[in-house]
């Protein structure tokens, strides 16, 4: 239809109709200096590819630690392209006998690929606190639902590694074991709320740096 | 598992693998200075403990006034830590005889528990304009679906005390009353979009200090 | 303006301009028995005043267990009305010396307001495992952020009473403990994911009536 | 890059790597025989074009009523394809004189679009009791804010016409006059909300039809 | 009930109850100074009437241009006071013969309504690539779901006029034709992404002011 | 704290202050034989843990076809799941010189994460139309803004694999090719909304496999 005879013509018409856009909001990469809002962070007003794409999942984390697994986050913090896209993504490297241990995301669901190795996986429902639990191999896919708690750890013989993906760009991670022995609160309270035994939670809040 | 020895090394590796994750959102306590966004306030930079509670319900509302009644709030704007949190409250005092006029919430729903005395609460349907109504005394609870137009009043011969629980931070409270009589709406826009009497809308004009 | 009369006529033309609006969604009342969707219940063809109102909360949960408290519950299950309204509640009675172990809401934000007595509470965030922690006497709101852990323990001399609301219809409540030791998660994967010992792992087992 | 000679070929290999994806959701026409859920309607199984297509609102609305005017709504009752689609729209037909009385929209935003006549149209804030009022010509556009209370009239010699969308498929309508007075809600209790005397609340539910 | 007597007492006693609700948020003007959140932007201070209103669309878009048809929005860029309102609109002036190319709105599905003329329009399905398609006369109405290719075109033998309404504040326009041919792609990714052939690429890239 | 003396006791007791819990929704497994609402499928009734996982991107798909690659779907239709909880995944199989052509997901944003080879890939905004490209190799991660089309192809000289998560469990898949020439939309329809030349279109109808 168009003829080339007509393009200077044309080009200058064509643009016109549409021109008073400028606003539109495709995305929001995060400005990560300005703080949050309870919807994510405000936008950066200039943007390039590099601001949509995320190298440091390439690198395998290190497990030469006592759970010989490492998470290494691509949430907004690290990777401003997903603010406010309702997504992100992790990568987890589990060494032979390493464990991501008991946790939960409160704030998305997570959904893990396996991309090398063998991860022994769980959840456990609020309801009837029924276990979830399969041995997922390379390739497998498993969903996590949000909130509820889980876990993930090596059940092969060489290292397992995984993509993790989640259905907000902060997910949150709350471990546990980190939530009742890595602070200040007393050793009291923890064994009230938890019925776990004082040399138990003792022990622990000292392997984890706790006090109280 | 974990070995006492061992604690001293123990320590430094096991929070290596979750160090970077600064930046996740738990909550987001209000910053009311720098002002609103459609979700809700920008988050505060630093909190405590104290953000998380609000001591303003548990003093009685002055009843003293034509009404009969007082309405507490525990919003955003008073209790910034329920800022992007889905949740709000408020305490409601009704004297003998007293009355919380018809209103609605435009931004929430309302879950109504009754803490002492009785209270005569109804709510009106937009598609049929069904009147549903309860007697609710100690330990009932109501709900009120957003944004209908709804009413309390003290139904028995000892002051009434209910906590209202709403489904936003910030569900707005439009008394129908106010609406029309307490500014400067003309009385003849008032009339024609009401049916009312000049008279009538005069009348309370001059009540609630409207004009015009 | 309207004249008596004309009433007759005027009744019939009145109705007429809005006669087309009978299938407006004021409420969504769930219909339990048709199963669940990720927004909720499908809604209940005829309601009545009956399905906003719960009695439920009105009476005292028997404390006379091991926890000495009870956890009463008016979420969508057990108060329909609620059903796609963004809010529900329960009462919580504590007993002196009673206690509502570390759990959390997958699904809801909580607001806590005490009716009687006095209560300790704290949660953790995820970020930085810190612990922010109130003691709330009669009229005190406390709110804990959806999904993170929190716990409710009796801080004084006599029962302790409140009220909860929820930022959802059914907020789920998973109690860590019966996460880990109410079911045939076996014993070896709980110490793993836990760092709890075994001893430790079996005797809870056995209490709260786990198997493996 | 295609090349004419490998059609036959091309055909069936092109249109298999994509084969699996039949369940995607692009929309959800209501099915409304089948009630409705929080979320809206459960889908149609089999669409066409027609089911994304309304002509009701083509048809001028009748005005030969008391107020003049006339609302033919195209919500999800009357169009399901919008089902799902976060928006709806109706026809406002206001004969001189006429008025759209005071009511509110629970559940969505109204944007009214002149498209004859000259329109008075106001909205009352909740916060301050403050009006925002404008006369709109044709061609001219104004938003209400979901939940606040507004009302439009005919401010001018000739027949006015309106199209209004709405931010979702079902928005309600409750007209405050209909709320109290044309119903069975007793008039001493629509008194005792509204501060109205008895003559007037007689009066108008005489006009429209409530009893008690 | 209300006395005219008492009203210099009932005046300041009424207006007490209610007088600690002064950060209720009845709406957020764009504030568009201060840049954008996933949410929308920040609230504006202050708000008039004027805020509500927009004149732009009362005026024809120049159709004097080679796809004889023009996009004139009333996104929140153009009228703040739709911002957080989830709703916007736009005007469609289409000339004889006239079209408005292939596109999508990425952020919100589309209402339109026949303002003037006879508008040929359709949209394709993305599981079947379905085509489903309607010739448009004066009052219909027609939908076209979020993210979908769609397209309009004038129908008849005089001008046609649409009003657009968005299910979103800011609903983005990407054309098709634009996307791919008016920036700097290189042409033979577009020849690659699209099967198109080169001198095809070349000669769009062309009218429509690409490079590469 | 517990001891083990008690135990017989305790079991019965510790269990009962929960009890009432059992309707809680910690997930909704979709029962795709019920049909789709707007907010997903209906909840199976009885779930295990093979629901929570999915086998179906361990296999690499078929990459003999025109395009040289292949989209394995892990949608809510593939894997039930994922429904409700914002979350869904894909495998995409891209052979030497392979293209996945220009698309759009109409109801998520997309997470790429290259687990081999090397891909290029890029997005074109919708306000500017400007392009957003980067060479993606191992480990790397690229997110794609919902709505927006985008392209990925082999960039390398060997296959390339990803895994792609989208932020809902039903994304949907427009291929711009397969939306205007892998059906019945005429010809001329075509050439008037896209400005391609009759013989481009007709050849490329011809290859899609479309009519008219």
Do not use: W
């Not at 995301?105 to 090398?116: I, K, N």
């Not at 609160?185 to 040399?199: G, H, I, N």
């Amino acid at each position: 239809m168009a003829n080339a005879m007509l393009l200077p013509v044309l080009l200058s018409f064509l643009i016109l109709p549409f021109s008073a856009l400028a606003l539109t909001q495709d995305f929001c990469v995060a400005d990560l200096s300005r703080g949050d809002t309870p919807a994510g962070y405000p936008c950066k007003a200039h943007v390039s590819a590099g601001d949509f794409y995320y190298h440091g999942l390439a690198v395998a984390g290190n497990t030469s630690n006592l759970i010989k697994a490492a998470v290494t986050p691509a949430f907004v913090g690290q990777f401003p392209g997903v603010n406010g896209l309702g997504i992100s993504a992790a990568r987890l490297d589990i060494a032979v006998g390493g464990v991501v241990p008991l946790h939960t995301h409160p704030a998305a669901s997570e959904l893990l690929f396996v991309t090398q190795g063998t991860i022994l996986a769980g959840f456990i429902s609020s309801s009837s606190n029924t276990v979830y639990t399969k041995t997922l191999y390379k390739g497998d896919v498993m969903v996590f639902p949000q909130g509820l708690l889980h876990y993930q750890y090596n059940g092969g013989g060489s290292p397992a590694v995984a993509l993790v993906a989640f259905s907000g760009p902060n997910p949150g991670l709350q471990l546990t074991d980190y939530a009742l022995f890595a602070n200040n609160l007393p050793s009291a309270v923890v064994e009230k709320v938890t019925f776990l035994d004082d040399a138990q939670v003792k022990k622990l809040k000292s392997v984890l740096g706790g006090s109280g």
